[in-house]
């Protein structure tokens, strides 16, 4: 089956930290810009990073900029997303989605999209 995995999100305190992993089976992330996305509640799925294929290149939101960092391993088929100072309104489903070529994915456009991990930051 072809699939993106998430795991690693949980309940954190504001100012902790936390690092999500992203699995695929089935196909080959190698191929692929990988982005994560999230769906804060009440609000709209929103890009939150992309990395190209060969792990070289970046681009965050301001809204992440300094705390996050995503990451890959393509020999392990896997993508994270390392997120430090974390804040309530970092609150969300993460998700991970994968699209084959060289242009970051988006909202309509992708080829993979995971099934999300919860990341809930509250005291």
């Known amino acids: 089956q072809l699939q993106l995995v998430e795991s690693g999100g949980d309940l954190v305190q504001p100012g902790g930290s936390l690092r999500l992993s992203c699995v695929a089976s089935?196909?080959?992330?190698?191929?692929?810009?990988i982005g994560w996305f999230r769906q804060a509640p009440g609000k709209e799925r929103e890009g939150i990073s992309c990395?190209?294929?060969?792990?070289?290149?970046?681009n965050y939101p301001d809204s992440v900029k300094g705390r996050f960092t995503i990451s890959r391993d393509n020999a392990k088929n896997t993508v994270y997303l390392q997120m430090n100072s974390l804040k309530p309104e970092d609150t969300g489903v993460y998700y991970c989605?994968?699209?084959?070529?060289?242009?970051?994915?988006?909202?309509?456009?992708?080829?993979?999209w995971g099934q999300g991990t919860q990341v809930t930051v509250s005291s």
């Open positions: 989605v994968a699209r084959r070529g060289y242009v970051c994915p988006t909202l309509y456009n992708y080829d993979y």
């Open positions: 089935g196909f080959t992330l190698e191929y692929y810009m």
């Open positions: 990395i190209n294929r060969s792990g070289g290149a970046t």
